[in-house]
């Protein structure tokens, strides 16, 4: 728990101790005052307030005057006591609460993650596709053609959603999980895209997300174990790659590694999902990548621009090469994305942080991995 969550709860058992007390001392002038009531009863005459003699000058003008002075000085200190230290405490308080209402989003959206069962009649399944803690897997899917005809049943790779917001942010995940990918697995879950959730189902899901990624070293690290194990299983396959750029290109095509998660072809490779794909970089989801040094001109600037994009993905509306227009959907291999306030229409809810674009080597890869695929795929 965070200290204003302590600070908060501290605050409020001391404010139900002070009620109590209050409570208490009201019933005992109750009965005392009915009591005392009682014993006057008949003796009006000599009891009466207005008819007991006053204090003298004397003693008003000392033991009385300095009682009432006593107790008028000890409010004021404890008011001016109390005052700063409510004020002091009142940001931690809400603070805590910020904390708490995150942490009920991330268990809520946590349980919409996981699979349906029993024990979890909410759960949208998002984990029988891409693994159990999201660290990716497959989903069975029938390929049909232009006519909506059967051709085949194939297992799809879901990637692994422990990075995803490292290569997305908030607004570009919630548009992913809102619409789906329509030509895969990846169905529309929000109620715009044609599916049963509301905002705050997606909100909490993608704050579930959030709070399950792991770091960027963890995920650099991985990305070269994946590279070491797709390498091998390329050459049992008889395939044997000719560059790291060309296995970085594939990560997980012949090992299944991460559900694909690091990979170029999931979305620039016809087929590659689905282990039946056609020449590299030949456009899928993603365009055509065989001619980038169009997009991308000069020997050296073209290299460093595109290094750059690769690194940062696209952005909803930026510019990028000589006449790209992002959309967003390119993800960013090696710079967690820039907050873009301008797509994001639920930015001033309280549980959307703005995130400014991470430093070189904040993402999933390093700058010399994404270096070492740019210069396969220019090659292509
Ligand atoms: C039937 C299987 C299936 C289910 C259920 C499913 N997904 Fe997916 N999801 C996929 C597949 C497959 C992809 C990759 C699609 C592609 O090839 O572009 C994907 C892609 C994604 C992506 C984009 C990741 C990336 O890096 O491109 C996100 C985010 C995502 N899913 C979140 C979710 C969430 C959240 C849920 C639950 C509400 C969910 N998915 C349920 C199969 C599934
Ligand atoms: C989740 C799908 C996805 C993945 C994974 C992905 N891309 Fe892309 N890529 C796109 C989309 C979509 C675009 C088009 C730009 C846009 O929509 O913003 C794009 C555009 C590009 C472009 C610009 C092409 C042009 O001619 O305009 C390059 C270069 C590129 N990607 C390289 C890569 C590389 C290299 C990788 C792997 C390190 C990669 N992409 C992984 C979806 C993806």
Request: charged share 15%; glycine share 12%; net charge neutral.
């Amino acid at each position: 728990m965070n200290p204003g969550m302590i600070l908060g709860t501290v605050q409020s058992s001391i404010g139900y101790i002070v009620l109590f007390l209050v409570c208490l001392l009201c019933v005992v002038y109750g009965i005392a005052s009915i009591r005392s009531g009682k014993r006057a009863a008949g003796s009006e005459v000599a009891l009466a307030p207005n008819r007991k003699p006053y204090y003298d000058n004397q003693t008003l003008e000392t033991t009385r005057l300095n009682r009432v002075l006593v107790i008028c000085f000890a409010t004021l200190a404890a008011i001016s006591l109390i005052l700063p230290l409510y004020w002091l405490a009142e940001p931690g308080r809400m603070d805590g609460w910020v904390e708490h209402y995150n942490d009920t989003f991330v268990k809520t959206g946590g349980k919409l993650f996981a699979a349906n069962n029993k024990d979890n009649p909410d759960g949208l399944g998002c984990a029988d596709c891409h693994g159990a803690s999201a660290t990716g897997g497959v989903a069975k899917y029938t390929i049909t053609d232009a006519d909506g005809r059967f051709i085949k049943q194939v297992s799809w790779q879901a990637p692994a959603l422990d990075t995803a917001a490292l290569r997305f942010n908030r607004a570009q995940l919630r548009e992913i999980i809102t619409y789906g990918r329509p030509f895969s697995p990846m169905a529309g879950w929000g109620a715009a895209g044609g599916g049963s959730e509301n905002a705050q189902s997606i909100e909490d899901i993608i704050s579930y997300l959030e709070s399950i990624q792991i770091s960027p070293a963890k995920a650099q690290q991985q990305v070269q174990q994946g590279l070491k194990a797709e390498k091998a299983a390329a050459a049992a396959a008889g395939k044997p790659y000719t560059s790291d750029g060309q296995a970085l290109f594939n990560l997980g095509y012949y090992s299944g590694f991460a559900g694909g998660a690091y990979s170029c072809g999931r979305c620039h490779t016809q087929g590659w999902s689905y282990g039946d794909k056609g020449p590299d970089g030949d456009g899928a989801y993603g365009p055509n990548l065989t001619d980038t040094t169009g997009q991308f001109p000069g020997a050296t600037a073209g290299v460093v621009s595109m290094v750059n994009f690769v690194c940062q993905g696209s952005m909803m509306g930026a510019q990028y090469g000589v006449h790209g227009l992002g959309t967003g959907r390119m993800p960013a291999f090696c710079q967690t994305k820039a907050y873009n306030p301008n797509t994001d229409e639920l930015a001033s809810q309280l549980n959307v942080p703005s995130q400014d674009q991470g430093a070189p080597g904040s993402g999933m890869m390093t700058q010399a991995d994404v270096a070492e695929i740019v210069r396969y795929v220019r090659g292509l």
